[in-house]
């Protein structure tokens, strides 16, 4: 499919399609086609799609998969995840994720992400390696369930032995910065042998620290800001979500501005 990306709007210059920043690749976690493109164009170099950021990010639609693909051209990994919650599955669930994997493939992935782990705290390997021979030949990155992990050092091997492309975790704590130590541990440990992702949390703020401070390559954020909706007629005694639902006016979109300026800082380090 050829490329239908929006023009950019007035005052913004395209920018160099590109993996790599100067050393530096980022992945920008999205849930909606504006946001793909805004990631694209701020400079990221790979894009995690999913669904309901608000839960950490679920299986995104084929639809928007298929829209996303067509109006960007850095690679697209897609989310594979069945719920919200823990990451033990059922058989039932196991079977949804088989399921969810053929679909994006022949919609055209270029990567999936997912994660799977035992009742006590280890990588669940049985799954796992069922998923990723359903995955091939496309590289997979094993998500944050890896920061629920009863050992982060024995779960690291553990997916190098399976063969995961990357790790993508905030060092087994509430963000990449509080996590730091165990994400520079990681690395130093991984030897190259698996990509090590910090995630979490991660601003303009507190970027060049963590990346100064772990030596990882890759980083990744979601760069979002609110965008007030365009309704102009508004019930404001409704709401279609739970008791903790988001505004009903308002979407969280990646922001090219915040997109360009952790890419610069990035960029700026070496």
């Known amino acids: 499919m050829k490329y239908t990306g929006a ?7 395209n920018i160099p399609l590109h993996s790599w920043t ?3 690749l980022m992945e920008v ?3 909606s086609v504006e946001s793909a493109i805004n990631a694209e164009r701020g400079g990221a170099g790979r894009i995690e799609l999913c669904c309901n950021l608000l839960e950490g990010g679920l299986t995104p639609s084929t639809g928007l998969l298929q829209v996303v693909k067509e109006s960007v ?3 697209v990994y897609v989310m594979i995840r069945p719920r919200a919650g823990d990451f033990l599955y059922s058989d039932w669930e196991a079977e949804v994720m088989k399921r969810d994997i053929e679909q994006m493939k022949i919609h055209r992935a270029d990567g999936l992400v997912f994660g799977a782990l035992t ?3 280890r990588v669940d390997t049985e799954l796992c390696m069922e998923l990723l021979a359903a995955s091939r030949p496309l590289p997979v990155t094993f998500h944050r369930a890896f920061d629920m992990v009863h050992d982060p050092a024995v779960a690291l091997e553990a997916l190098i032995s399976l063969g995961f492309e990357r790790i993508l975790t905030s060092g087994c704590d509430s963000s990449a910065l509080e996590g730091l130590p165990v994400i520079k541990r990681l690395v ?3 030897k190259d042998r698996i990509v090590i992702m910090p995630g979490g949390g991660i601003t303009e703020r507190n970027l060049q620290r963590i990346l100064e401070a772990s030596g990882s390559q890759e980083f990744h954020c979601s ?3 609110s965008k007030d909706s365009t309704m102009k007629f508004r019930n404001s005694n409704v709401s279609m979500g739970g008791s903790l639902s988001i505004p009903e006016y308002a979407v969280k979109v990646a922001d090219v501005t915040k997109v360009r300026t952790l890419n610069a800082i990035a960029k700026n380090i070496l």
């Open 29 to 31: 976690c999205v849930d």
């Open 188 to 190: 130093e440990q991984a």
């Open 119 to 121: 009742e006590d705290g």
């Open 7 to 13: 023009k950019p709007e007035k005052g913004v210059q």
């Open 22 to 24: 100067h050393g530096f």
């Open 223 to 225: 760069a979002r800001s």
């Open 73 to 75: 051209r850095i690679p």
